[in-house]
T-cell receptor, first 106, second 116 residues
Framework: RKEVEQDPGPFNVPEGATVAFNCTYS??????FFWYRQDCRKEPKLLMS???SGNEDGRFTAQLNRASQYISLLIRDSKLSDSATYLC???????FGAGTRLTVKP | GAGVSQSPSNKVTEKGKDVELRCDPI?????LYWYRQSLGQGLEFLIY????????KSGLPSDRFSAERTGGSVSTLTIQRTQQEDSAVYLC??????????????FGQGTRLTVV
């Protein structure tokens, strides 16, 4: 089993849609979690950290479920500029999921 | 600059040659990570360094791959006897600590390696 697993997508959604991604992890000792965004042919950049109580940043909401060992990212009111690959990261030595590709269409 | 710097940005090499990829982390960052990303694929963990601890080499795909970090700063990833399947973008990242709730890893722009 991979340490971090994501649905690779692609997710093709219309503008304004709400879309959610999940990511599961295998190491129950993992302590910190993140979502990164990677645009085509660019390096990944931090989107948001994931806190135990869940956290929100504008249109983005991140959740952590330790019992089931998964994290999620919810994007509301999708914009064209949200089109990218979203990578979940589980920290113990920053293990990345394979990424979920999102395309928002007009 | 203040970011992670990688060199070269592009490298074309012949099969069987050795290559060295360099990473200059953000000053003061104790953790340094190397990843490999093939076209359209996710980030494959290779190795990570944390301070003076022994590096976690569990992601290195073969004994042709090695990395070192001198003086806790600059790191070099060496690939010996390159093969065509080594072609990928090699990304380096650094962070101020290896674990922690707000430990953001900053990435360099990568070295695109092409083995012909």
């Amino acid at each position: 089993r991979k340490e971090v697993e994501q649905d690779p997508g692609p997710f093709n959604v219309p503008e304004g849609a709400t879309v959610a991604f999940n990511c599961t992890y295998s190491n129950s000792a993992s302590q910190s979690f993140f979502w990164y965004r990677q645009d085509c042919r660019k390096e990944p950049k931090l989107l948001m950290s994931v806190y135990s109580s869940g956290n929100e940043d504008g249109r983005f909401t991140a959740q952590l479920n330790r019992a089931s060992q998964y994290i999620s990212l919810l994007i509301r009111d999708s914009k064209l500029s949200d089109s990218a690959t979203y990578l979940c990261v589980v920290n113990l030595a920053m293990r990345f999921g394979a990424g979920t590709r999102l395309t928002v269409k007009p | 600059g203040a970011g992670v710097s990688q060199s070269p940005s592009n490298k074309v090499t012949e099969k069987g040659k050795d290559v060295e990829l360099r990473c200059d982390p953000i000053s003061g960052h104790t953790a340094l990570y190397w990843y490999r990303q093939s076209l359209g694929q996710g980030l494959e963990f290779l190795i990570y360094f944390q301070g003076n601890s022994a590096p976690d080499k569990s992601g290195l795909p073969s004994d042709r791959f090695s990395a070192e970090r001198t003086g806790g700063s600059v790191s070099t990833l060496t690939i010996q006897r390159t093969q065509q399947e080594d072609s990928a973008v090699y990304l380096c990242a650094s962070s101020s600590e290896a674990t922690g709730m707000n430990t953001e890893a900053f990435f360099g722009q990568g070295t695109r390696l092409t083995v012909v």
